[in-house]
């Protein structure tokens, strides 16, 4: 989403109108599968802040964004249809030289349960907690971006005055989005019914300044995928289960039900933690004589390889994470969902030849 982008020009400190117009303002849809998302796709606005920021850090004026109604400077009030139209702002203070914008807040716990009141965008962004208001829907997550005022494009507005100026401002989510497509298996294993797909280790609140809190790591046992237990109680959508079996499977691949859809689950990337993904399976066989699998087993992922074969060590936000297919092995089963990682100390020690004499037997 951006403005119209020029030139920097100085600002005094004489009063100035300030175009700003957003784009891709959609009406919002909540599901609990969805489609790969493209990098074309961007979040839809449906509400938030736009706040004008001195070169000194102040804020000198905020705005509401409203997804219904009219809009009304004097009520400090703007519509994301007047956003989407392009929204000219008159008689700015000349003192503002950037334009920060937060949308869709989702507050969090935490100090703030307003977007008002702050003084410096430094007090804003330390004292305003978010969360992510549905895990799985894509289009109402919390975007933010700022930019600074620059020179009118004459092109697009060819009747500009002297003292008219625009911001260019673009908006990214706070968040990050793992996408698994299917899971099958492979080698000797002949059958397996998938009976979740639990997220563990992520965090659920964040700063707009990145600090993250709230971390819900659970010790999960064997029976953890009860519904409704431990923190999937909180956090249901970050897990998917059903003990008659996930999706639809067709020659050991289990898929979403939907076809192209995924399994998808949003996370604030960074901290301490990056998130973790097990997955349950019932009624796993062998090909292989004498060979078997108690209920259930578990599969645990701790990281991810990108395309060049590199680990991913940082995840970024506003970044999908798409899993075409999860291959599954004999050697990757275990009884244990999610352990906590060890330090393992290895020595070897090499033994020496024992000589015994013998005598020979004629």
């Known amino acids: 989403m951006s403005c119209s982008e020029n030139n920097d020009l100085p600002v005094d400190t004489d009063n100035q109108s300030i175009y700003l117009k957003i784009g891709n303002i959609e009406s919002a849809q909540t599901r609990s599968e969805g489609t790969a998302v493209t990098e074309a796709e961007a979040v839809t606005l449906t509400d938030g802040y736009i706040y004008f920021i001195t070169a000194q850090d102040g804020i000198k004026e905020w705005?509401?964004?409203?997804?219904?109604?009219?809009?009304?400077?004097?009520?400090?009030v703007i519509t994301t249809t007047d956003l989407k139209n392009g929204f000219k702002f008159s008689n700015v203070s000349g003192e503002v030289s950037k334009v920060y914008i937060v949308g869709n807040p989702n507050l969090g716990s935490g100090e703030a349960t307003t977007m008002e009141g702050f003084k410096t965008l430094s007090e804003l962004k330390a004292g305003v907690n978010v969360g992510i208001s549905s895990q799985n829907n894509v289009q109402d997550l919390t975007i933010v971006g700022e930019g600074g005022v620059t020179a009118v494009n004459t092109t697009q507005h060819p009747t500009a005055a002297a003292t008219d100026r625009q911001a260019v401002v673009s908006l990214t989510p706070l968040c990050a989005r793992i996408e698994i497509g299917?899971?099958?298996v492979i080698g000797t294993i002949t059958g397996y019914t998938l009976k979740g797909i639990y997220v563990n280790r992520f965090y659920a609140n964040k700063t707009l300044s990145n600090v993250f809190s709230n971390l819900q790591s659970e010790e999960l046992t064997d029976n953890f995928s009860t519904a409704g237990t431990g923190i999937y109680s909180s956090y249901p959508t970050m897990c998917d289960q059903n003990d008659a079996g996930l999706g639809s499977q067709a020659s050991l691949v289990t898929s979403p039900t939907t076809g192209n859809n995924v399994w998808a689950y949003q996370f604030f990337p960074g901290g301490t933690e990056n998130p973790r993904i097990t997955f349950k399976?019932?009624?796993?066989t062998s090909s292989v004589g004498g060979e078997s699998y108690p209920d259930p087993q578990f599969v645990n992922i701790r990281g991810f390889l990108n395309s060049t074969g590199t680990a991913?060590?940082?995840?970024a936000p506003g970044t999908i994470y798409h899993i075409n297919e999860v291959s599954i092995e004999k050697n990757n089963l275990t009884q244990l969902p999610d352990p906590e990682d060890i330090n393992l100390w290895v020595t070897v020690t090499i033994n020496t030849w024992k000589v015994e004499v013998v005598t020979p037997i004629m």
């Open 63 to 76: 705005y509401k964004i409203a997804s219904s109604g009219t809009s009304n400077v004097a009520n400090k």
């Open 182 to 184: 299917a899971v099958k």
């Open 281 to 284: 399976l019932t009624g796993v």
């Open 312 to 315: 991913i060590t940082t995840f």
